[in-house]
C-alpha cells in the first residue's frame, strides 16, 4: 500500500546539520524554524529516524557540557591569559599577563543545588496556600 501525501523532506544530512546547531544550544522551535518545518515535522523525524534522534541528543549533551563545565569555573574560579599590547618607546610590544577571576558564590551554591540534594531549598508554602 502506498502511503498518501507529500513524500518527506528529510535527508541523512539533516541529522548532522541538527547535531551542530543543537550544540550552539538550539531549541526545537528554532531548529524547525532554521529547517523551514513545523515543530511537528521535527517530531516525526525523531521518531522514524533514529540517527536523526541521537544526533540531536549528542549536540544538545554537548551543549549542555558546555554550560556545566562553564558553571563549574564559575563556582571555583579560574586563571586566564591574555595578550595585552603597549608602546614602548613609540614601538608596539605584545605581552601576556594572567587574570584570576575569583569563585562566584552564586554559582558554586547553584552547582551544589543541582547536584547535591541536602543543598537543595525546600520547598514551602504560605499559610495560605500559594507559594514562597
Request: aromatic share 8%; glycine share 6%.
Amino acid at each position: 500500500m502506498k502511503s498518501t501525501g507529500r513524500p518527506s523532506s528529510y535527508t541523512p544530512d539533516l541529522a548532522r546539520q541538527a547535531e551542530l546547531i543543537c550544540r550552539l544550544g538550539a531549541t526545537d522551535a528554532q531548529l524547525a524554524e532554521i529547517f523551514a518545518v513545523h515543530p511537528e515535522t521535527l517530531r516525526r523525524w525523531r521518531a522514524r529516524y533514529p540517527a536523526f534522534a541521537e544526533a540531536m541528543r549528542a549536540g544538545r549533551a554537548m551543549a549542555d557540557l558546555r554550560v556545566t563545565l562553564g558553571l563549574y569555573q564559575n563556582a571555583v574560579g579560574y586563571e586566564r591569559t591574555e595578550t595585552r599590547v603597549a608602546l614602548h618607546r613609540g614601538k608596539p610590544v605584545s605581552f601576556e599577563i594572567t587574570r584570576h577571576q575569583p569563585a562566584r558564590v552564586g554559582a558554586a551554591l547553584q552547582w551544589l543545588r543541582v547536584r547535591n540534594p541536602a543543598w537543595r531549598m525546600p520547598y514551602r508554602r504560605r499559610d495560605d496556600g500559594t507559594d514562597c
